[in-house]
């Protein structure tokens, strides 16, 4: 294990923005991440996972651990369900396309989206109807202070819209090494209530999707609407959709009847942030080098050279110019650094 100093990260960080770590080590083992957290104890540090999730608006004044463990395999099996354990550093996608292989459901609806296993707790990520808690049943960690391993099972985790515990009580305290999932192995359950999905099999006339059928309807829409990182900087939603009372909705509503939205539950709405951001009239807009994509007014994204800052201020007038036309706060679903 080599520690750099003064290490660039723009090719850490998905949305490549150029920004530096005081130091910076690449850790392959949970021996290893043992080591670094135990030989730097005094050192603050930052824990760097795929960076698909994240907003550099400044270099890293810390020891950035970038969690690079590796390797996937199944603990055990039954006739209906298989549960599959993969190391923090293995990339998502790739996960769910090794599941899909195995005839494992669960995370097809989930297909393409940026990142690592080991953040997917944090941020509970999904997509398309799906969840990750879903299908989680617990996760491995390191505490940085005590250099304890810890189990997380899935009540543990407080997970909510885009939450966990490790964006609350145990933020900052703990480095996942691993997770574990529980798939089907038959009767899966396919989610088609998206219409984009729906759209998408009818267009290849599939009546009966398989797994693989809807993550590749999945990685159509996707790719349709979202750009590559690796063409065009980007980190993925930048926004959660909002979630308000239906109280408060009908009275938004009734000013804006063409609003579209989604019952959660019988006293609370989601709007989709992307339509209010379109209506607002950002979608496609570029602010020299930060912009918002033209297919997907959720994503903002770097034509080049822009700065964590510059993105983040068109992230805020986007936060403004919403909350004055509608009354509705939308949150940033990505990290600011």
């Not at 850790?27 to 994240?54: A, D, P, W």
């Not at 607002?280 to 080098?289: L, P, W």
């Amino acid at each position: 294990m080599e520690i750099l100093s003064n290490f660039s990260l723009k090719n850490h960080n998905t949305f490549g923005i150029e920004a530096k770590a005081k130091r910076f080590v690449d850790v392959h083992s949970v021996e290893e991440l043992k080591s670094v957290l135990q030989q730097n104890q005094s050192e603050k540090k930052f824990i760097l996972g795929g960076g698909s999730n994240m907003l550099l608006t400044q270099d890293i004044d810390a020891l950035v651990i970038h969690v690079d463990l590796k390797g996937k395999n199944i603990l055990k099996e039954d006739d209906d369900f298989v549960w599959v354990q993969s190391q923090a550093g293995e990339n998502w996608h790739e996960l769910v396309l090794w599941t899909i292989g195995q005839n494992f459901g669960g995370l097809e609806n989930m297909s393409l989206i940026p990142g690592n296993v080991g953040t997917t707790p944090i941020q509970n990520i999904g997509a398309y109807g799906t969840e990750m808690k879903d299908t989680f049943v617990s996760c491995e960690a390191v505490n940085i202070a005590a250099l304890e391993m810890k189990t997380f099972h899935k009540e543990e985790c407080s997970f909510g819209y885009r939450e966990s515990i490790f964006k609350h009580e145990a933020k900052d305290q703990y480095v996942i090494t691993s997770v574990i999932f529980k798939l089907t192995k038959r009767n899966h359950k396919i989610n088609t209530s998206y219409g984009d999905i729906t759209a998408e099999l009818a267009k290849n006339d599939i009546s009966t999707p398989t797994l693989k059928d809807i993550s590749n309807a999945v990685i159509a829409i996707r790719q349709s609407k979202l750009p590559d990182p690796k063409e065009l900087g980007n980190s993925g939603s930048f926004f959660k959709n909002p979630i308000i009372s239906k109280s408060e909705f009908e009275k938004i509503h009734h000013q804006f009847p063409e609003m579209k939205y989604y019952n959660i539950s019988e006293t609370e709405v989601k709007v989709p942030a992307g339509w209010l951001i379109e209506q607002a009239g950002f979608k496609g807009k570029r602010f020299g080098d930060a912009g918002i994509h033209k297919n997907q007014a959720l994503v903002l994204v770097n034509y080049g050279n822009a700065t964590g800052q510059e993105i983040l201020n068109v992230s805020k007038d986007i936060q403004e110019t919403i909350f004055k036309t509608f009354g509705i706060h939308i949150e940033a679903e990505v990290n600011v650094i």
